[in-house]
């Protein structure tokens, strides 16, 4: 029977992501203002990452950089008044430059090499242990966050429902007679589509691949809930996390336009950080019996939010001049949205109040609003492609293990109640050959088209430095 996954029950991935959100501004900016501070958002699937550990660092670390804002903020203010003034000529003016360069420094030695992330480290690191949240508010949302990671429903925003789960490679699709018999004289056993959902669960959990785990999910557009009580019991409220048994069962038999059913496939390796899935789906009419597969990779994390790993206690000579540099850079910068920063760090779940007001509105007289999730914790954090050789190598081997083994079942399934297997036998092969049978259109592939990372003008973009903002 397919079970909620865990992921690989491993920790290094989960303090990586709380490393990261010290490391990144944008990021930790991101996770609170489009997760941790949205109570009417479902909450995307974020695998092997303990979703409300790494949100409650992520609002220490904004915390800490308000404190570094306002001092930066005086400051600003103060060499903004002397320039007005004319009074850019004497020592207490090269003075304040100073400080607003020290400050940065500090903040930033005291960032890479202080407590914080020191305890990150993998001998120290107890998620038990993370920070508290900033307020009641902020403690309940949190709580509300968790119960998602033990559900079966996600209500996704915008075009593709897996986006959560990274990249999504070539899908393949077919479509075959169930009315027609292999057997002269035979006509082909009724059967019921839950059960080719339940043998084709039990035959691809057979396969011995790295912490394989299967679950049943339905994804659902958020924009679609409003009156639907299956999803949505309170308009002011969430998202249901979970879909009992019986309604999954229903949207298999009777499929539906804006929710639905997935057979989810996933296998975990690297420590967690290699997520490759398979989205299965079948839909039977009258005649026929449509598969969908689409499968997926996310991909390990930034190079950059491994950081924490290579970090000494204390930063070496070179690495000590090369901060003095950055920060000698970077200050300007800082010091110049220091007084907006700070004024905006007040309201540590960026203007929830206001937002509120806003969605009230539009849940109440427009009855209008999209409750799925804007974004993925675990997305946000992962690289746009593998960082070995044997990683891609191991996505493959999963994909093509899954495929066959779902292409073998949807033979014995219909051989078991005498379907003619001799159309779906050559479909099978065709996908297990090519990867995908092109029905709708083909990929185009094209070594010059300048985009992507590896592209020159990618390239050449990457060598100019820019000032760390953070």
């Not at 048994?245 to 967690?272: N, Q």
């Not at 746009?384 to 949807?410: C, I, N």
Request: glycine fraction near 6%; charged fraction near 25%.
């Amino acid at each position: 029977m397919p079970t909620v996954p865990s992921w690989g029950r491993g920790t290094d991935l989960t303090r990586y992501m709380c490393a990261a959100v010290f490391l990144d501004r944008d990021y930790a900016d991101s996770l609170i203002k489009e997760v941790a501070a949205e109570p009417h958002l479902g909450v995307a699937p974020a695998p092997g990452c303990d979703v409300p550990v790494v949100l409650r660092y992520a609002y220490e670390a904004n915390a800490r950089r308000h404190a570094r804002d306002l001092l930066l903020a005086v400051e600003c203010l103060a060499l903004i008044g002397m320039l007005l003034t004319g009074n850019v000529a004497n020592a207490f003016f090269l003075l304040l430059l100073f400080l607003a360069w020290l400050t940065v420094l500090v903040f930033t030695l005291s960032t890479t090499y202080g407590e914080r992330l020191q305890r990150l480290r993998p001998d120290r690191f107890d998620p038990g242990k993370a920070p508290a949240p900033p307020n009641d508010d902020a403690a309940r949302r949190l709580r509300e966050i968790k119960g998602y990671a033990d559900g079966n429903v996600t209500a996704y925003s915008g075009f593709s429902p897996f986006a959560a789960y990274g990249t999504e490679l070539d899908s393949w699709s077919l479509l075959f007679d169930v009315t027609r018999s292999g057997v002269d004289a035979v006509t082909p056993a009724e059967f019921d589509v839950a059960d080719l959902y339940a043998h084709v669960a039990s035959r691809v959990g057979s396969l011995s691949l790295p912490c394989l785990e299967i679950e049943e999910r339905v994804f659902v557009e958020g924009s679609a809930v409003r009156f639907d009580e299956r999803f949505l019991p309170d308009p002011l409220g969430r998202p249901v996390a979970d879909l009992g048994s019986d309604r999954v069962s229903a949207l298999k038999r009777v499929p539906e336009d804006a929710a639905r059913p997935y057979l989810s496939v996933h296998s975990t390796g690297w420590g967690g950080e290699l997520v490759t899935s398979v989205f299965l789906r079948f839909v039977r009419s009258d005649s026929t019996l449509f598969v969908e597969a689409v499968p997926t990779v996310l991909c390990p994390l930034r190079d950059r939010y491994r950081a924490i790993d290579s970090l000494m206690p204390s930063p070496s000579p070179r690495e000590f001049l090369t901060a003095l540099g950055q920060a000698a850079f970077s200050t300007p910068f800082v010091l110049l949205a220091a007084p907006f920063r700070a004024v905006t760090g007040f309201s540590p779940d960026f203007r929830i109040k206001r937002r509120l007001r806003r969605q009230h509105r539009q849940i109440a007289q427009l009855k209008m609003f999209d409750y799925g999730a804007r974004q993925g914790v675990r997305r946000l954090a992962s690289a746009d492609e593998h960082r070995r050789h044997f990683q891609r190598t191991d996505s493959g081997m999963v994909l093509k293990a899954v495929e066959r083994r779902v292409l073998d079942a949807l033979v014995e399934f219909a051989e078991a109640h005498d379907i003619d297997p001799g159309d779906l036998k050559r479909r099978q092969e065709l996908i297990i050959n090519n990867g995908i049978i092109a029905t709708a259109g083909a990929s185009v592939e094209s070594s010059s088209v300048a985009s992507g990372d590896r592209s020159r003008i990618s390239a050449i973009l990457g060598k100019i430095p820019r000032p760390n903002t953070d």
